[in-house]
């Protein structure tokens, strides 16, 4: 009696465990069948930019916009829809509909379908549009200013502007940011001016390098005396700009920051084992209240609707905010500076990244295993995929330590801070 008991329970849970995987296994194929969509949208726009039959129907549909999205004209705009978006959708059906066909042929049911009626759906609204009706469909071409920081991982109003305004050539992505991402066009450098701090130090000198080879105008920042010894690659240096500034007096170059669309804060001294008054003035003074200066004068220059698209910051807290640094003072002055960006980022003014670098060889730090070269190039790397927090390290602790500490640090500055009413 018992045996059969058993027996009749092992099969019904059997039975349940064989239909929840499938169910499952539905709605996975479900939702992967809309993430190809996007997809293959995300790569006929790319083919619109380079595949000669499609780009002057793509170009009517940059033509069709002001710099703050109005349409030039509703004749033109309508045009760009029946010739552009109605092609891109009608694409989409058609190959998320062969693909749910071979699924279904090899076993997987009909789930896969659910990316062709939602391709359907865009179809339906582009030629709407090219008729002059269901206009508030085109969410990313809303008229007005922009008034929120570029999306991460979705596609918003900010995100596609920079597609048509700031660089063609990158910010492909119509609803996720996947493609881009993987791309590394989900932010452009090319033609981007580009100023950063420290810049005659090792990775100050690497970065100058690594950013001219991706297209950006660099300026190099340095408080060294002779500018003119200022090492960098003979390839770089007719085109490279140096600037002196000293500690203290950051507002001396505050005209010239009107121009620049990315500020990298990079400079910082390391007193390795010292501990006296003197070390923990020069500490703070460097490490955290001139990168602090620095970013308060950068921060006033993001007066204009296309700067919330356009400019950023992006500041070198490095690895010791979560870890030993084997420098007391370097660690308490990285992470002071390290809370103070967290703090800042709540208001939003512009995105602002933070390198959270590890040990690389450098004069301020003799343990280090990595290359400057190296980090440079994963900085730009990573923040061509646009990642905010760049962790450049071999110390796994630090990709778990770092995030959960951040998490919360912003979570505690948000409940109990407030930002000053103008």
């Known amino acids: 009696m018992f045996s059969e008991l058993s027996d009749i329970v092992s099969s019904l849970t059997s039975s349940l465990l064989t239909s929840v995987v499938n ?32 780009m002057p129907w793509h170009n009517l549909h940059h033509k069709a916009f002001r710099a703050d999205l109005s349409k030039v004209s509703m004749e033109i705009y309508r045009q760009s829809e029946l010739f552009n978006d109605v092609p891109e959708a009608t694409f989409m059906v058609l190959a998320t509909g062969a693909i749910a066909w071979v699924a279904h042929l090899s076993g997987y049911g009909w789930a896969m379908l659910l ?45 596609h502007w920079r597609h048509h305004f700031d660089r063609g050539e990158a910010y492909f992505c119509s609803t996720f940011t996947f493609v881009d991402k993987f791309l590394g066009t989900a932010l452009a450098l090319k033609g981007k001016t580009i100023a950063i701090t420290g810049a005659s130090g090792t990775l100050g000198r690497a970065l100058v390098a690594e950013l001219s080879k991706r297209g950006a105008k660099v300026i190099a920042l340095t408080t060294s005396p002779n500018p003119a010894d200022f090492e960098i690659d003979q390839d770089n240096k007719n085109k490279l700009e140096v600037l002196t500034w000293q500690l203290g007096n950051e507002s001396a170059l505050r005209d010239r920051l009107q121009k620049i669309d990315i500020l990298i804060l990079n400079h910082g001294v390391n007193v390795l084992g010292a501990r006296d008054s003197e070390s923990v003035y020069k500490s703070y003074e460097v490490n955290t209240f001139s990168v602090f200066r620095w970013m308060d004068l950068f921060l006033e220059t993001v007066t204009e609707s296309k700067h919330i698209a356009t400019k950023e910051i992006w500041v070198n807290t490095s690895e010791a905010e979560v870890n030993p640094a084997l420098s007391p003072l370097y660690e308490l002055s990285k992470r002071a ?64 330590a770092y995030p959960f500490k951040e998490f919360w640090r912003s979570l505690y500055f948000r409940i109990f801070s407030r930002r000053k009413s103008s």
């Open 23 to 54: 169910n499952y296994g539905q709605i996975l194929f479900a939702i992967g069948s809309v993430l190809i969509a996007e997809v293959l949208r995300d790569c006929y726009h790319i083919a619109g930019h380079y595949w000669r039959p499609l």
């Open 115 to 159: 990316g062709s009626v939602y391709s359907l759906g865009f179809l339906t609204t582009a030629f709407a549009r090219s008729q002059g009706l269901l206009l508030y469909t085109d969410f990313t071409h809303e008229p007005g200013d922009l008034v929120q920081l570029p999306s991460q991982w979705t596609v918003n109003r900010t995100y």
């Open 337 to 400: 500076i390290g809370d103070l960006v967290t703090l800042r980022r709540l208001d939003k003014p512009c995105t602002i990244r933070k390198l959270i670098l590890g040990p690389f060889k450098s004069e301020l730090n003799p343990y280090g295993v990595m290359s400057a070269s190296f980090v440079a190039w994963a900085i730009a790397a990573l923040a061509q995929r646009d990642f905010r927090h760049i962790i450049v390290t071999f110390n796994p602790i630090t990709f778990v």
